[in-house]
């Protein structure tokens, strides 16, 4: 296909667009070349081709060269089109001046979008959004494309370190505030400020302090760019220099493991039965401690170091903002508390003990990044903990009464508390007024909905956390953030008083020898009570139990969706059943490991209360419904091979997961027991 006369009208499908000054490039994937010898006139008019994309992408929007005003419309279809004045759409077309035969560029041209649809967020900035039913938040790492379709996609990291990339006209979201992201910052026009640059001249010495670089010649050499980030811890002023990694050409490992929250529960549990100590540990500027790196990382220093033009910075460590930052802190972390004397758990990476000569457990700490939690005897405090002070300089290390990581946590002397009291005072009531909250059926606004999802959030976190109490609610909720009605907001206002009149805390207690201990997984389930009778409920609960005393600690409780759709209650309850005992197998296991016990020491115990499941997993004849045939096979393989002792049957009233699967079930029990620490006789 050749171009025609000047502002000749070419049929090219999508490949050329009106006036070439009037449109940007989206670098999109080159299309193959038509006949007529374009393959081979590629070479000599690529200089001509550039030249185009060069003029489109710093063309304005209006069209000067007419004097007649053109705008960009989004179709319904979503494609971008070009109407003038008359409000007529402008067909596509190329005009090559002064080249017959010149080829149509072969790249995409597409129009940018309008100013005022450009989606305003920036690296650093934090969104909330929905993604697979759950509510998630995530950091903007950059802007995919600085012009083109792709303008308004976003590389994104969410809480749990994973990095995605956005469409962000197509999902969802809320920009939070910085009260939200529980950090004050301090916006760029202040960094001038005196007691900024006072900030910004303890992080450099800082940096020297900890030798993390060193200053070589601009020799072109690839480098990165940094920023600061200055925010307000109370009153005093904090700086962080950060690397922008997201430059580095290379692609490097960025997971770090942190310690699973029901083994975290599990070393509550073993600190209280050892009658050890409780500790917590901070590492200061941990980063800037971290494992030497093993690839070459150039920055360019910022102004306030003084640095001549001429010189970069060579980077010893993984300065923050590098993307194995974190992981370089582990591994060099690691590598201590194993030449210490530690074994790390196969089960959990962030989780290390130490046994004696004799092969008696003397101590155990878990990992959050830079901060330690750890318990032991005198030798463990002597040997590992006294020895990482002296290889890191330490914050603060704090016993029996401290916060780690969102949890207040206090030590008595046969138990210990964890509380999220604060947390929960903290949390604003919903005010609807009393006109809309008649309104039940009502479809719920932007900001309601909005509204909707933060209380979820709340009551997730403090659900999982402390109150097994609120985890159903949470899940009912995340099932209306697309279709919510106002009785759905009136439910989470509902719930919210219920937060702040009973307080939010368990109690681990003393569970004596472990040679006393057994797992004990209570389960339930609900048929079709989601999704307007689609979804069905499933929940567990596991503890720690003395049979002898029946004092207990809970490790872990979840409710949740049943993955796949359900037609029986036997098939929820057999379901839900499988995937408590999985977890109580797994904490058997981790048990075993830390305290060096042989295979299958501690019993597992299975809680139903459907009797249904109890005659289908102890038949020898297969239940009618062929795809729970395999959930029910595993429970009997778990069974007849020892990893599960036995699976009983209780009365609903006395089923502790019971309001965690359903609406207006007594939480009373279950509550007692996790407040107490004292498991009810059967």
Same mark, same amino acid.
């Given at each position: 296909?050749?171009?025609?006369?000047?502002?000749?009208?070419?049929?090219?499908?999508?490949?050329?667009?009106?006036?070439?000054?009037?449109?940007?490039?989206?670098?999109?994937?080159?299309?193959?070349?038509?006949?007529?010898?374009?393959?081979?006139? !590629?070479?000599?008019?690529?200089?001509?081709?550039?030249?185009?994309?060069?003029?489109?992408?710093?063309?304005?929007?209006?069209?000067?060269?007419?004097?007649?005003?053109?705008?960009?419309?989004?179709?319904?279809?979503?494609?971008?089109?070009?109407?003038?004045?008359?409000?007529?759409?402008?067909?596509?077309?190329?005009?090559?001046?002064?080249? !017959?035969?010149?080829?149509?560029?072969?790249?995409?041209?597409?129009?940018?979008? &309008?100013?005022?649809?450009?989606?305003?967020?920036?690296?650093?900035?934090?969104?909330?959004?929905?993604? &697979?039913?759950?509510?998630?938040?995530?950091?903007?790492?950059?802007?995919?494309?600085?012009?083109?379709?792709?303008?308004?996609?976003?590389?994104?990291?969410?809480?749990?370190?994973?990095?995605?990339?956005?469409?962000?006209?197509?999902?969802?979201?809320?920009?939070?505030?910085?009260?939200?992201?529980?950090?004050?910052?301090?916006?760029?026009?202040?960094?001038?400020?005196?007691?900024?640059?006072?900030?910004? &001249?303890?992080?450099?010495?800082?940096?020297?302090?900890?030798?993390?670089?060193?200053?070589?010649?601009?020799?072109?050499?690839?480098?990165?760019?940094?920023?600061?980030?200055?925010?307000?811890?109370?009153?005093?002023?904090?700086?962080?220099?950060?690397?922008?990694?997201?430059?580095?050409?290379?692609?490097?490992?960025?997971?770090?493991?942190?310690?699973?929250?029901?083994?975290?529960?599990?070393?509550?549990?073993?600190?209280?039965?050892?009658?050890?100590? /409780?500790?917590?540990?901070?590492?200061?500027?941990?980063?800037?401690?971290?494992?030497?790196?093993?690839?070459?990382?150039?920055?360019?220093?910022?102004?306030?170091?003084?640095?001549?033009?001429?010189?970069?910075?060579?980077?010893?460590?993984?300065?923050?903002?590098?993307?194995?930052?974190?992981?370089?802190?582990?591994?060099?972390?690691?590598?201590?508390?194993?030449?210490?004397?530690?074994?790390?758990?196969?089960?959990?990476?962030?989780?290390?003990?130490?046994?004696?000569?004799?092969?008696?457990?003397?101590?155990?700490?878990?990992?959050?990044?830079?901060?330690?939690?750890?318990?032991?005897?005198?030798?463990?405090?002597?040997?590992?903990?006294?020895?990482?002070?002296?290889?890191?300089?330490?914050?603060?290390?704090?016993?029996?009464?401290?916060?780690?990581?969102?949890?207040?946590?206090?030590?008595?002397?046969?138990?210990?508390?964890?509380?999220?009291?604060?947390?929960?005072?903290? /949390?604003?009531?919903?005010?609807?007024?009393?006109?809309?909250?008649?309104?039940?059926?009502?479809?719920?606004?932007?900001?309601?909905?909005?509204?909707?999802?933060?209380?979820?959030?709340?009551?997730?976190?403090?659900?999982?956390?402390?109150?097994?109490?609120?985890?159903?609610?949470?899940?009912?909720?995340?099932?209306?953030?697309?279709?919510?009605?106002?009785?759905?907001?009136?439910?989470?206002?509902?719930?919210?008083?219920?937060?702040?009149?009973?307080?939010?805390?368990?109690?681990?207690?003393?569970?004596?020898?472990?040679?006393?201990?057994?797992?004990?997984?209570?389960?339930?389930?609900?048929?079709?009570?989601?999704?307007?009778?689609?979804?069905?409920?499933?929940?567990?609960?596991?503890?720690?139990?003395? !049979?002898?005393?029946?004092?207990?600690?809970?490790?872990?409780?979840?409710?949740?969706?049943?993955?796949?759709?359900?037609?029986?209650?036997?098939? =929820?309850?057999?379901?839900?059943?499988?995937?408590?005992?999985?977890?109580?197998?797994?904490?058997?296991?981790?048990?075993?490991?830390?305290?060096?016990?042989?295979?299958?020491?501690? =019993?597992?115990?299975?809680?139903?209360?459907?009797?249904?499941?109890?005659?289908?997993?102890?038949?020898?004849?297969?239940?009618?419904?062929?795809?729970?045939?395999?959930?029910?096979?595993?429970?009997?393989?778990?069974?007849?091979?020892?990893?599960?002792?036995?699976?009983?049957?209780?009365?609903?009233?006395?089923?502790?997961?019971?309001?965690?699967?359903?609406?207006?079930?007594?939480?009373?029990?279950?509550?007692?027991?996790?407040?107490?620490?004292?498991?009810?006789?059967?």
């Amino acid at each position: 296909v050749d171009a025609g006369e000047p502002g000749e009208t070419i049929n090219a499908d999508e490949t050329v667009v009106d006036n070439p000054t009037e449109s940007s490039v989206s670098d999109q994937e080159e299309e193959p070349a038509t006949e007529g010898g374009l393959e081979s006139q !590629e070479s000599t008019n690529q200089e001509l081709v550039d030249e185009f994309i060069d003029d489109a992408e710093n063309n304005e929007e209006e069209d000067t060269s007419t004097g007649s005003g053109e705008k960009t419309i989004v179709t319904d279809d979503g494609k971008r089109k070009r109407k003038d004045d008359s409000d007529q759409l402008i067909e596509k077309r190329v005009a090559v001046e002064g080249r !017959e035969n010149a080829p149509i560029p072969k790249k995409k041209v597409v129009f940018p979008p &309008n100013k005022q649809e450009k989606i305003k967020l920036k690296k650093g900035d934090w969104i909330e959004m929905e993604e &697979n039913g759950r509510l998630i938040r995530a950091s903007i790492l950059n802007r995919e494309k600085l012009s083109g379709r792709y303008y308004n996609y976003f590389n994104i990291r969410g809480e749990d370190g994973l990095e995605r990339n956005i469409d962000g006209e197509r999902v969802k979201f809320k920009k939070l505030e910085e009260e939200e992201c529980d950090m004050v910052m301090i916006p760029a026009d202040r960094h001038k400020d005196d007691d900024c640059m006072e900030a910004k &001249n303890v992080e450099l010495k800082k940096l020297e302090e900890f030798d993390s670089y060193e200053t070589v010649n601009d020799e072109g050499q690839y480098r990165i760019s940094c920023r600061w980030i200055l925010w307000y811890k109370g009153e005093e002023v904090r700086a962080r220099l950060v690397a922008r990694g997201f430059e580095e050409l290379e692609s490097v490992r960025s997971d770090s493991p942190t310690m699973d929250k029901c083994n975290l529960r599990l070393l509550l549990t073993i600190c209280a039965s050892e009658k050890w100590t /409780l500790q917590s540990s901070d590492v200061k500027s941990a980063f800037l401690q971290g494992q030497h790196l093993d690839r070459e990382v150039i920055i360019k220093p910022p102004k306030e170091a003084g640095v001549a033009a001429e010189k970069l910075w060579k980077l010893k460590v993984a300065l923050y903002g590098l993307n194995d930052a974190s992981l370089q802190f582990y591994i060099k972390v690691r590598s201590i508390l194993v030449k210490l004397g530690c074994i790390q758990s196969t089960m959990d990476s962030a989780l290390f003990y130490k046994r004696d000569q004799s092969g008696k457990l003397i101590g155990v700490i878990g990992l959050h990044v830079d901060d330690f939690l750890h318990c032991g005897s005198q030798d463990f405090e002597r040997d590992v903990t006294q020895k990482l002070a002296e290889i890191f300089q330490m914050g603060k290390t704090v016993s029996k009464s401290f916060n780690y990581v969102g949890f207040d946590i206090d030590q008595k002397n046969d138990s210990i508390k964890v509380d999220q009291n604060k947390f929960a005072a903290g /949390l604003e009531l919903i005010n609807i007024p009393p006109a809309r909250a008649k309104q039940v059926d009502d479809k719920l606004t932007p900001e309601e909905r909005s509204q909707l999802r933060k209380v979820a959030g709340q009551l997730g976190w403090l659900g999982r956390g402390s109150r097994p109490d609120l985890v159903f609610a949470q899940v009912e909720m995340s099932t209306h953030f697309v279709d919510g009605k106002v009785k759905d907001l009136n439910q989470a206002a509902k719930m919210m008083r219920k937060v702040k009149d009973s307080e939010s805390y368990f109690t681990v207690r003393d569970l004596g020898n472990v040679s006393d201990w057994t797992v004990e997984v209570s389960t339930d389930a609900s048929l079709c009570n989601l999704n307007d009778g689609v979804g069905s409920t499933g929940a567990k609960v596991v503890l720690l139990v003395n !049979e002898k005393t029946g004092l207990c600690a809970p490790l872990a409780w979840h409710a949740n969706k049943i993955a796949r759709i359900v037609d029986s209650t036997l098939a =929820a309850e057999c379901v839900s059943l499988k995937e408590g005992l999985d977890e109580g197998i797994q904490i058997r296991q981790m048990i075993e490991e830390i305290y060096g016990l042989k295979d299958k020491t501690v =019993a597992v115990k299975g809680i139903v209360d459907n009797k249904g499941t109890v005659d289908a997993i102890h038949s020898t004849s297969s239940v009618k419904d062929r795809k729970l045939r395999r959930d029910v096979g595993a429970i009997k393989q778990m069974m007849s091979e020892g990893e599960v002792a036995g699976v009983t049957w209780c009365p609903g009233k006395d089923q502790l997961a019971d309001c965690m699967t359903k609406k207006g079930a007594s939480a009373w029990d279950l509550m007692e027991v996790f407040q107490t620490g004292k498991r009810k006789a059967s």
